[in-house]
């Protein structure tokens, strides 16, 4: 985002396009140019971290899972991880996932594949969020500076930047909300302009319902209170228009509440009961967290307002304090202010609460917060921009260092021992010229772009914050992406476990299994293709086989048993897998 001449000239209405024009006398070049640059940022936000590596514990495991499981049965209609129904979310991100695993297989594997459509997901919510900061700077162009600034305080967001390259329904559900956003926004700036139009309905509507069939009902309930919001502090909402568009959106949204549902009640009242009763209403209330698990420890939200949503949460209490509160009364104050108040107070009542579920709500906290940055002192945005450089140029350095180390033998690995605390520091990261020669572009990119973020002006802090961010990214994905691997991926497990059972696994053979988790499950079946059967007890089984998932040392299991293969994930010593088999065919029933 550091492709312009002069951000401090730039006039308001004024785009970058238009000031390149100006300078170089052409209206078409510096245009294809800054389109161009602006592609090869979006890649180099996009794409680290999407390819060569398997899925990763904790959400990509039981997400790919279900993906496999459509694949492989042609049952799209219950999510199903392992064998077992898996109701906590709908299955819109699964379908377009398997879509994509498809699509580019045998070319990509399935995990992989799958993995774009998150990709596909994130382009369309950067396509709204450019929009909906078009909005709010009255911009025509999304090259004007402060529409690029919107952008990258959004796409910089730690949060952001981490949870939108994981293969998991949230990255669908931050881009049903900002299609909803949009349209709702559109809905009540239409109305202060006495234009109604119904495309702002139809994408409040969309985006409403791309919600619900991600993630359940949390956030389609606060878009519709966020509405009503909306239509009693805009003066201009409280119209009998405002309410027709907004109910035109609820026509448009209500297939998406009652297709699926619909069918899966036809299907299995109790599995529509798992979804909507346990999972959209008991997690709130905690009756099902016992069940379920996942509960709230009442500071999970402060945590991510300090560090998950930065540096939207600061600048958005900023712009608060420094007068926007009374402009409360204005669409672009009023909606995502009522959003993400109204979120905020519900997960923090909730029982049940993760970092990940702000996701939603980086978008407005960006809304609200981004009206700061112009007002803040000159020297404050010299501050940031520095903090930014130094900080961030200061990991990726040792990014860079923790590489080349780790491409050395261990005995050298002691330097790099503060990592085994998640990585196994025998492993030995293997030489791949083109993940270097990624790594070296965006490295020689960014300290291209040093020399620039002061044309930004008012925004050269959260260019260089962005910026820095997404080499950091970058190079942790390109570089160290391997290693993580080795120590993330259940492929290096359970492809030992594979070459050892192939040679006694015989027709007919089937494996129980005891506390095998819903991302150890389904990545048992995917690399080694036995689809595991959940038992209470170990002799209550007429399998040949067992698979047990201890966090340790653990006796051996009473009755015609014996061991077989033990394995874990390099450094995961607290989760072990064992596998019995047992000494005499099982009696038949």
Known sequence: MFFFISAPETKQGQTISATS????GRSDAPTRAALLLLAFIACAWLLPGIFDHGPWK??????FGIIHHMLVSGDYLVPTNAGQPFMEKPPLYYWTAVLFAKAFH??????????LASVFYNLITLFFVARIAQMIWNERSILSVPVLGTLA?????????KHA??????VALVCGGAMATYGLLAIARNEKRGTPALAAALWFGLGVGITEMTKGLFVPLTFAATAMCVGALVREC????????????VLVSLPFFVVWPALLAQHSVPLFMEWFWDNNVGRFFGFSVAKLGSDNDQAVILRALSGFALPGSVLALLALATGDWRRIGQPHIALPLAFAAISLAVLQSSATARQLYLLPILLPLIMVGAHAVPRLPDWLHIVWDWFARIGFGLISAVIWATYVVSTMSPQYHHWIAYFGKWLPLGFVTPFQPLAVAGAAAMTACWLWALNKFKLGGKWRGAFSWFAGITLMWGLAYTLLLPWGDFGKSYEY?????????????KAGDCMASENLGESEAPMLYYYTGILHQPIDGINQTACNWVILQTPGLAPLPEGDWTPFWEGSRDGDDAQVLKVYRRSEPAPKS
């Not at 045998?106 to 993995?115: E, F, K, N, S, T």
């Not at 409280?238 to 959106?249: D, E, F, L, N």
Request: hydrophobic share 35%; charged share 20%.
């Open 21 to 24: 024009s100006a300078r170089y």
């Open 58 to 63: 904790q959400d990509e495991t039981y997400t």
């Open 106 to 115: 045998p070319l990509l594997g399935y995990h992989d594949g799958a993995r």
């Open 153 to 161: 305080l959004f796409a910089g967001s730690p949060g952001m930047i």
């Open 165 to 170: 390259h994981d293969m998991f329904t949230d």
């Open 238 to 249: 409280r119209t009998w228009s405002y309410w027709k568009m907004v109910g035109i959106a």
């Open 493 to 505: 497990v359970y492809g030992r476990l594979d070459d050892k059972i192939s040679h006694a696994w």
